[in-house]
């Protein structure tokens, strides 16, 4: 038995007395907001994370502060990493409660003054409720967290991470008509880019049109069909012209 195998099997058997997956570690984040990020866990054993288990970390990593939208986790199998958005935990509460509160901005926030918390009124689902405004910037618990526990972290990071058409390093690259996965409230959806700025993009999905910060994108699923045919005409005029075959220059293009 080489290493690697007897450090698995430890691994599980750790997991079975301890009652969580200890091969699931933190690998990266990218901040989408002040509360929200995209967060990279790493996993060593052959058995895909299931929902519970992504939970259950967090709650055990955060001690619940911060918890994960796990509608949004996504699996690669061939890097063993699973990305999911996660949010500094956000309570919220009944609108009618805003009769018991003090307006601060009137229509719009709200607050609690023997707590000191401060409520503004958002839209949950197609409902109107009140949520309590964070104070906790979701990359200082992050590094709080790393600073004060002795984890182990993996060395995967949202960098490296490519896999078919899903390619997150055309984050940086958004163009019209590309289809990404984009946050919308709270919920993941799959869009197609109508205009991108430095700042944000505008998106067409089946609830709508958004604007959203340029953050909230979480991956490229595919490039503009558009961009793309006018990029294979470039390449294969210039291979025509340094090669002097047209077909050669198409069977290079392919």
């Known amino acids: 038995m080489n290493q690697d195998r007897a450090f698995a099997s430890l691994e599980k058997k750790l997991s079975a007395s301890v009652g969580h997956r200890v091969d699931l570690q933190y690998a990266d984040a990218r901040k989408i907001n002040r509360s929200t990020a995209h967060f990279m866990l790493a996993y060593s054993d052959d058995k895909v994370p299931n929902s519970d288990e992504i939970a259950e970390f967090f709650v055990r ?37 805003k009769a018991k509160l003090c307006p601060v901005i009137e229509g719009a926030v709200y607050l609690d003054v023997p707590l000191q918390e401060t409520w503004e009124i958002s839209e949950r689902e197609g409902k109107k409720v009140l949520v309590r405004k964070v104070k906790d910037d979701v990359m200082a618990l992050v590094a709080a967290r790393k600073k004060s526990m002795m984890d182990s972290y993996s060395n995967c990071t949202f960098a490296s991470l490519v896999q078919g058409d899903s390619i997150t390093r055309f984050l940086n690259v958004l ?15 799959d869009a197609e880019i109508m205009a991108a700025t430095d700042a944000e993009v505008k998106v067409k999905y089946s609830g709508g049109l958004a604007s959203v910060p340029r953050h909230n994108v979480l991956e490229v699923t595919g490039k503009s069909p558009a961009l793309l045919e006018k990029q294979e005409k470039e390449m294969t005029e210039y291979y025509s012209k340094a090669y002097g075959d047209e077909k050669y220059a198409q069977d290079l293009v392919k």
Do not use: C, H
Not at 69 to 81: D, E, I, N, R
Not at 175 to 189: A, N
């Open 61 to 97: 990593k955060y001690n619940a502060k911060i918890t994960p939208f796990l509608s949004t986790a996504k699996v690669y199998k061939g890097q063993k990493v699973v990305t999911v958005v996660a949010q500094v935990l956000s309570l919220t509460r009944d609108i009618n409660d």
């Open 175 to 189: 163009d019209r008509g590309d289809f990404v996965r984009v946050l919308v409230e709270d919920r993941v959806v």
